[in-house]
């Protein structure tokens, strides 16, 4: 029987931990508290306990975030997110064939300019706007184009703060906190 293991959840019944349920308490904690601090659980420990301490990690990182004893400065290598990953790997790459000049980032900028082309393309497709093509594209298409956006401006980001995350991430606080004071009026 897999744990609920959200805070609100009734007690679960006396149960040991299998490796099932280990495996599931650490996929919630990577997933939904990424940074996390997971403390490590005894081979048959009393379910009851580890679904506690679970809750425990979850309520003091929502309540506290960066400020609980739980959170992680640094997080492991494997858990970096997809996106930042895999703008790592394609700066890298473009920085190995291409360089790092005034050309390169000035071309970086316009791939963004071609990104947004095709997610207005691919809108166009859902709709059937041009008579002879007829729908062309999903909705998926268009998410994806979006994402190829997301990825292209991450990538251009790279050149012009030396972390890219911690930018966004700032930035993005600085927007919420706005959002914040205007509703608040
Ligand atoms: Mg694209």
New binding site residues.
Partial sequence: MRPNLTPDAPPPAAQEVTPEIEALVRQTIGAELRRAFLPEFAPGENLDLVVRTVRNIYIRLVERGHASDYWRSEAPPDAVPPLWATVAKSVDWLDTKNGTGDHETAMRLMKLGE?VG?VMQAYIGTQGQNPRKGITHTRADVA??LC?VILTAAVALHRFTDDPAETLDHHAERVGRRIDQIRAW
Avoid: V
């Fill in positions: 990104e095709e994806a184009e190829d």
